[in-house]
C-alpha cells in the first residue's frame, strides 16, 4: 500500500518537476556556470565579475539602478505611510473603497504609465503647456526623459503597492494602546515615536525591501519611455544579450545573476521582517 | 472634526494623483485633436473604431489571449496536483517545493529571460524564439501565485481532514480527490488564476525578449505603435486597462463569495 502510494505521489509530480527543471532550474544553473566563462567561453573565469563591478560603464548602470530605486522606494513609501494612516481614519466601507480603487491603479504600470506620463509631462504634454501659460518655470527644469522624469514615474507604481502592504499593519496598532498611553500622559508625538513606531517599523523595512525590488527589477517602463538610451542594469542586461551595438552575451549573464542575487537579497530581508512583524503582534 | 478633513484631503489628493493618468490618457483617447490647448478641441470615438477594426491589433490580442490561457491551463492541471500531493503526502518536502515556487518571484524578468535564452539557442534543444519557450517562462513566472491560492485553499478546507472522513466512508484516494476535495477549493483556484491571467496579460519584458515582433502579442503591439499616433496608442492602453479592470473585478467578486461562503460555515 506504502509502496503504491509512494509510486502514485511520483507520477503526480513529473509533469511539474519537468517543467520546473525544464523552465527554472536549468536555465538557471546554465546561466551561473555561463557567468563565469570568457568572452570566447572556452575557460572559466572572474573576468566578467571584474569587469561587470570595475567598468565604468557597466557599474554606473547599476549605480544608477540602485540609486533610481532607493529614492523612488523612500518617496513612495513615505507618501503610502501617510495615506494608508489617513485611510485606516475612514469609515470601514469608505476604506474597502480605497483599497480596490488603489489595488486598481497598480495595474496601470510599465508601457501603459509610461505613455501616461508622455501624455502628461511630455514635450507637448498636458502639464507642460499648461504651466507654460502660466509662466511657472519651476517645471522648466524638470524633464519627463531625464532622472527626474524616471523618479517621477516609479513612484507612481511604487505608492499603489506601499499602501497596500502598510495598510494592515497599522490595524496592529490598537486602540487601547493609544488611550493608555495618553491616559498616562503621553502627548501624540511620544505615543507614535515610542510605541507606534516601534511597532511598526519591520514592516516599514520589509516594505521597503518589496518596492526596492520592485524599481530594481523594472525594464518595460524605462524601456517605452527612452528605449535603450537610459543606463539602467536592467536596461543594459537586454542589451547585453539580445542588443545589436555590443554583444557580450556572457557579460549579460554575469550581470543577470548579480541583479538576481540583489532581489533575493531584499526578498529575504522582506521575510525576516514579516516574521518579526508577525511574532510582535502576538 | 478638523483632524478628519485633513485625512480627508489626504486621500483625495492621493486618489487624484492616482487617477489623473488613467484619465489623461482616456481623454486623450477620445479627442480629435489635442495639441496646443489645455483641452482637446473636439471628441470622437473613431480611434476605438479604428482600433478595433485593425486585423494586428486582434491577432496580438488573439494571441494574448492564446498563451495566456495554454500557460495558465498547464499550471492549474499540474500545480493543483502537485500542491495536493505535497501538502498532504510530502510535508518533508513542503519547504523544498516552497523555496522553488517562490523563487520566481524574486526574479525579474529580464534575468529570467537571460536565463532560458542561454539554455535554448543553443545544444540539444532549441526552442529560443518559439512561442514555447514564452509559454514555459510564463508557466514559471505565475508559479508563486498559484501555489499561494491552492495552499491556502486546502488549508481553510483543512483537505487532510476531508480526505479521511472521505476514505473511512469507503472512497478511493482519487475518488475522494475529486469528488470531496476538488469541488471545495475551485473558487480559490479562480481567484488565483484571475490574477495570474491579469499578470501575463500585462506581461511585457519575457515575451519581448523571448519571441519580440516574431509573436507579437498584445504589450508588444502597443510598444511598436506607441511612436507613430498618440491617440491611437490612448485607445489601446484604455482597451487594454478596461480587459485588466474586468478580470480584477471578477477577480473581486469571487474573493468577496470565498470570504462569505468561509464565514457562514464558521458560524454554523
Known amino acids: 500500500m506504502k509502496q503504491k502510494i509512494r509510486l502514485f505521489a511520483i507520477f503526480a509530480l513529473l509533469p511539474f518537476a519537468v517543467l520546473v527543471i525544464a523552465f527554472e532550474i536549468l536555465p538557471l544553473i546554465r546561466m551561473i556556470i555561463d557567468s563565469f566563462l570568457n568572452d570566447e567561453g572556452n575557460a572559466y573565469t572572474l573576468n566578467q565579475y571584474i569587469t561587470a563591478l570595475s567598468n565604468p560603464y557597466y557599474s554606473k548602470g547599476m549605480i544608477n539602478s540602485l540609486l533610481i530605486s532607493i529614492y523612488s522606494s523612500l518617496i513612495g513609501i513615505s507618501i503610502a505611510l501617510v495615506t494608508s494612516y489617513s485611510i485606516t481614519q475612514m469609515p470601514k466601507k469608505v476604506q474597502s473603497i480605497i483599497i480596490t480603487f488603489s489595488n486598481m491603479t497598480s495595474n496601470f504600470s510599465g508601457i501603459p504609465l509610461a505613455f501616461a506620463y508622455i501624455i502628461l509631462l511630455g514635450t507637448s504634454g498636458l502639464f507642460t503647456l499648461l504651466f507654460k501659460e502660466l509662466g511657472w518655470d519651476i517645471f522648466s527644469s524638470f524633464n519627463l526623459y531625464s532622472w527626474s522624469g524616471l523618479i517621477a514615474v516609479y513612484v507612481y507604481f511604487q505608492v499603489p503597492l506601499g499602501i497596500l502592504l502598510l495598510y494592515p499593519t497599522y490595524s496592529g496598532i490598537q486602540k487601547s494602546w493609544r488611550e493608555s498611553a495618553s491616559l498616562l500622559g503621553a502627548s501624540s508625538f511620544q505615543f507614535w515615536w515610542h510605541i507606534g513606531l516601534p511597532v511598526i517599523f519591520p514592516s516599514i523595512v520589509g516594505t521597503f525591501s518589496i518596492l526596492f525590488a520592485n524599481a530594481m527589477g523594472a525594464y518595460a517602463t524605462a524601456y517605452a519611455l527612452v528605449g535603450g538610451s537610459y543606463n539602467l542594469i536592467t536596461i543594459r542586461i537586454a542589451s547585453l544579450v539580445g542588443g545589436d551595438v555590443i554583444n557580450r552575451p556572457h557579460l549579460g549573464s554575469t550581470m543577470a545573476v548579480i541583479l538576481g542575487l540583489m532581489m533575493i537579497g531584499a526578498m529575504l530581508l522582506n521575510e525576516r521582517m514579516m516574521r518579526r512583524v508577525r511574532r510582535d503582534l502576538k | ?268
Open chain 2, 1 to 268: 472634526m478638523k483632524k478628519r478633513m485633513i485625512h480627508f484631503l489626504v486621500i483625495l489628493m492621493i486618489g487624484l494623483y492616482l487617477l489623473l493618468p488613467v484619465a489623461a490618457t482616456f481623454l486623450y483617447s477620445i479627442s480629435k485633436m489635442w495639441s496646443n490647448t489645455i483641452l482637446p478641441s473636439g471628441y470622437t470615438f473613431s480611434w476605438y473604431q479604428e482600433l478595433f477594426t485593425d486585423p494586428r491589433f486582434i491577432a496580438a490580442l488573439g494571441r494574448s489571449l492564446w498563451i495566456c490561457i495554454i500557460s495558465l491551463g498547464l499550471s492549474i492541471l499540474t500545480m493543483v496536483v502537485t500542491v495536493f500531493v505535497i501538502t498532504l503526502y510530502l510535508p518533508k518536502l513542503e519547504r523544498f517545493f516552497q523555496a522553488i515556487v517562490m523563487l520566481p518571484y524574486a526574479i525579474p524578468g529580464v534575468v529570467a529571460a537571460v536565463a532560458l535564452i542561454k539554455t535554448y539557442s543553443s545544444g540539444p534543444i532549441v526552442i529560443s524564439g518559439t512561442v514555447w519557450i514564452v509559454i514555459g517562462a510564463y508557466y514559471i513566472h505565475i508559479l508563486p501565485y498559484m501555489y499561494q491560492g491552492i495552499r491556502n485553499s486546502l488549508r481553510t478546507i483543512d483537505a487532510k481532514r476531508l480526505m479521511e472522513a472521505a476514505e473511512v466512508l469507503g472512497a478511493s484516494k482519487i475518488n475522494a480527490f475529486v469528488h470531496v476535495v476538488l469541488p471545495n477549493i475551485i473558487p480559490g483556484i479562480q481567484v488565483s488564476s484571475l490574477l495570474s491571467f491579469s499578470i501575463l496579460f500585462g506581461e511585457f519584458v519575457l515575451a519581448n525578449m523571448l519571441v519580440g515582433g516574431q509573436y507579437e502579442t498584445i504589450q508588444i503591439y502597443l510598444m511598436s505603435r506607441l511612436q507613430e499616433n498618440g491617440h491611437f496608442s490612448s485607445a489601446i492602453v484604455i482597451t487594454y486597462f478596461v480587459i485588466i479592470l474586468i478580470l480584477s473585478w471578477m477577480m473581486l467578486k469571487l474573493g468577496t463569495r470565498l470570504q462569505n461562503k468561509e464565514r457562514k460555515e464558521q458560524v454554523s
